[in-house]
């Protein structure tokens, strides 16, 4: 059972309140598996230390996620991975991928691009993704769950350059 | 609504005829940390030595804990400590000297807790010395020490980061995030510059202009209050293009770029939408919402002698989208 959450990065001046900075990194460490149901995070003023933020920004971040599915209070014991993460930060992650979607499709029309062309620039970056992890994308039901890791971690961080 | 730690209503303080302090009204609310943020001379100083009694206020009044610090009693003023910039007294007594001076001060001293701080802020040594022989960084750093062993209800911190390396200015955000976790911990008003590790630390945050209270309120709220907005535009847009809430707004051929105060996510969708225009929305960290609302407000103050207009441009913005 890890104990130790891998590292978050902040950047408190980007914009991003740091409680959603956090929740975003947990949900990615959730959605690819690098955090499983039942794992332990650290204690609020274990995280806040290690971090240098105000115990409340962990308190945030750590009810909303709660009340998200991805993690769950343990009475007495701490705060772990729930196990409904995994489905639920994978829904998540898809639907933001569906609004990368959107956005390069409102991108496309502005540019006059045509959609065959779209269609083939899609296509020619999905054959440079490794076989192994595009079979995974392909067997993956519409509600997640099985999901490349490798295609997910990508969505985050084209998410976060936005 | 909760109670409010510190609350000051329509403080006014000049010296001669140059108004420090011109009608500030400050709500602190009991166990948050309020960041204190202004250009040099708003008046965050004044400010906090009236909540502290150091000075008496012309008009209004200022109440820390309920209390008016100008004549409250020593004991309830042991409840209060403050980090202030100009600490000269007692330059001939040693750090430990010092702490055994506040110990009689303050009666929830804690003579451990001192003892941990100072070895954290690598102050060991520098304890034996008189204070008038340390070094600014290790004065400030040495009163930081006596503010929180002192174990207040409500600190209050006047830059405190000031003169410190950034070695040292991490020890000092370690050491208050450890009594920030600590239970109960205190009401913080702190005043810096240093706006990341404001964002780090502060839940409030008040940003003072020309001796009054320009914005405040909870950090994420003031800091989502303000944005950076790109519209394009599919023909060149009209010369009188305008934008509700727009501190300042500028037009190049098809791209319009303005900062926004004060207007939704859904409200600058359905404009873009209505003037057939596509739009980006960046967020602001605090730094640039603290730049966007005093170069606005200066503006205001003088949009003659400067010839500047909302559209026109802004020599001081920062950098453009990033």
């Known amino acids: ?162 | 609504m909760p109670a409010m730690a510190i609350e000051a209503r329509g403080l006014c303080k000049a010296f001669g005829d140059e108004a420090a302090l011109d009608g500030l009204d400050l709500a602190v609310p009991e166990g948050s940390v309020y960041g204190l943020i202004g250009r040099n001379g708003a008046g965050k100083t004044t400010a906090i030595k009236l909540l502290l009694g150091l000075l008496h206020a012309d008009e209004g009044n200022a109440l820390v804990l309920g209390l008016d610090m100008w004549s409250a009693t020593p004991l309830e003023r042991s409840r209060v400590a403050a980090v202030l910039q100009d600490w000269q007294a007692y330059d001939w007594m040693s750090g430990n000297e010092l702490c055994v001076h506040s110990a009689a001060f303050y009666p929830r001293w804690d003579d451990r807790y001192a003892f941990r701080l100072v070895d954290g802020f690598e102050l060991t040594t520098a304890m034996e010395r008189p204070v008038g022989r340390l070094s600014g960084g290790q004065r400030r750093r040495l009163a930081v020490v006596l503010a929180l062993a002192a174990r207040p209800d409500v600190l209050i911190l006047d830059e405190p980061a000031a003169n410190l390396d950034p070695i040292a200015r991490r020890g000092l955000l370690d050491a208050l995030v450890d009594v920030l976790a600590a239970e109960p911990s205190p009401t913080v008003l702190y005043s810096t510059h240093l706006i990341s590790d404001l964002e780090r630390l502060a839940d409030h945050v008040g940003i003072m202009h020309a001796g009054s209270m320009l914005a405040a309120g909870p950090l994420d709220a003031l800091s989502a209050s303000v944005r950076r907005v790109q519209l394009v535009f599919d023909h060149v847009p009209q010369p009188d293009l305008s934008l509700p809430g727009a501190l300042i707004m500028e037009v190049t051929g098809l791209v319009a770029t303005a900062v926004v105060l004060g207007v939704s996510d859904a409200g600058l969708k359905a404009l873009a939408d209505r003037m057939g225009a596509r739009l980006d929305v960046f967020p602001l960290g605090l730094e640039d919402v603290f730049v966007e609302l005093v170069a606005s407000a200066e503006r205001r103050a003088a949009p003659k002698a400067q010839g500047r207009l909302v559209g026109a441009r802004d020599e001081r913005r920062p950098e453009g989208f990033r």
């Open chain 1, 1 to 162: 059972m890890a104990r130790k959450l891998p590292p978050l990065l902040l950047d408190p001046s980007g914009g991003v309140p740091i409680y959603r900075q956090i929740m975003d990194q947990v949900r990615a460490y959730t959605a690819t598996g690098v955090l499983k149901p039942g794992d332990q995070l650290p204690s609020i003023r274990d995280l806040a230390k290690t971090l240098r933020v105000n115990p409340t920004t962990i308190v945030h971040a750590y009810s909303e996620l709660e009340h998200g599915g991805i993690l769950e209070r343990q009475q007495g014991r701490g705060v772990f991975v729930a196990a409904t993460a995994e489905q639920v930060s994978v829904a998540e992650a898809r639907a933001d991928l569906r609004r990368m979607a959107e956005r390069l499709a409102m991108d496309a029309v502005q540019l006059g691009v045509p959609l065959a062309t779209v269609q083939r620039w899609m296509a020619e970056a999905l054959s440079t993704v490794p076989d192994r992890e595009r079979r995974q994308g392909e067997n993956a039901n519409d509600h997640g769950g099985h999901n490349s890791s490798r295609a997910l971690e990508e969505v985050e961080h084209a998410g976060d350059g936005n």
